[in-house]
């Protein structure tokens, strides 16, 4: 085993002069950092989509795909027929492959290298505020698991304005989903209040699925 010696340590211990220089050639550390600050999309330096609160409520998605296939390059492709599972294909073919990073409100929904292509299930997206897509490798400032993409909800998001809501829905092969959103707005605080209950039974046996989201915001 070799151990490297310092050219300083090496010139101090022949008993020659080290430059003043030399004594402080220390680099820095340098950190890579991302911030909440917004910005404009333009400004920005990677290919990213962007869906807003008003476009998720008007296509009221009962799958992430139906949202997130509207963003170009994206295709998230629905296992089976009502079910949750999925498979991502952004900027490459369909696959399986752990090379996806699903985050909300900017925090990994799992920790890194327990991936599974069905993690898209545990996002929130029926009740967000927007979704963001890093189209390309995003690993520099989130790890190896964003080798592919990186995919961020937004919810529970400061409220805008007051606002009550409540939706009931009913559909072929026992479909049923109600959505309560409720919101206000303070001189000093805002609180919202964001439920969904859903139950897809599907044509095909063993493939229902039922889902329960609550989003309390403060």
């Known amino acids: 085993m070799s151990k490297f010696i310092s050219p300083i340590i090496l010139l101090s ?20 950092t991302a911030t ?3 910005q404009q999309l333009a400004d920005v330096a ?20 139906e949202l997130m ?13 009502g079910g949750e599972g999925v498979a991502a294909a952004i900027r490459q073919p369909v696959s399986y492959n752990p090379v996806y990073l699903y985050l909300e409100n900017g ?18 997206t029926a009740l967000a505020n927007g979704v963001e897509i890093i189209k390309g490798p995003g690993s520099a400032l989130y790890g190896s698991d964003a080798m592919g993409a990186v995919i961020n909800s937004l ?4 409220a805008k304005e007051d606002r009550t809501s409540l939706a009931l829905e009913t559909g072929e092969f026992d479909h049923y989903r109600s959505q309560l ?17 859903a139950k897809n039974g599907s044509w095909r046996d063993n493939n229902d699925s039922e889902r329960q989201e609550l989003v309390l915001g403060w």
């Open 36 to 38: 909440r600050d917004d």
């Open 69 to 81: 296939n509207r963003i170009p390059g994206v295709n998230i492709v629905q296992l089976g027929s």
């Open 13 to 32: 211990a022949l008993g020659m002069n080290v430059p003043t220089w030399a004594e402080h050639a220390v680099l820095e550390t340098i950190l890579v």
């Open 46 to 65: 990677a290919s990213v989509g962007v869906l807003d609160q008003e476009t998720i409520e008007a296509l009221n998605p009962r799958h992430a795909s």
């Open 181 to 197: 959103r409720a919101s206000q707005v303070q001189s000093k605080d805002s609180y919202t209040v964001n439920l969904s209950a």
């Open 155 to 158: 919810v529970g998001q400061p």
């Open 107 to 124: 925090v990994p929904t799992r920790s890194a290298g327990f991936f599974n292509h069905n993690a898209l299930y545990e996002v929130n």
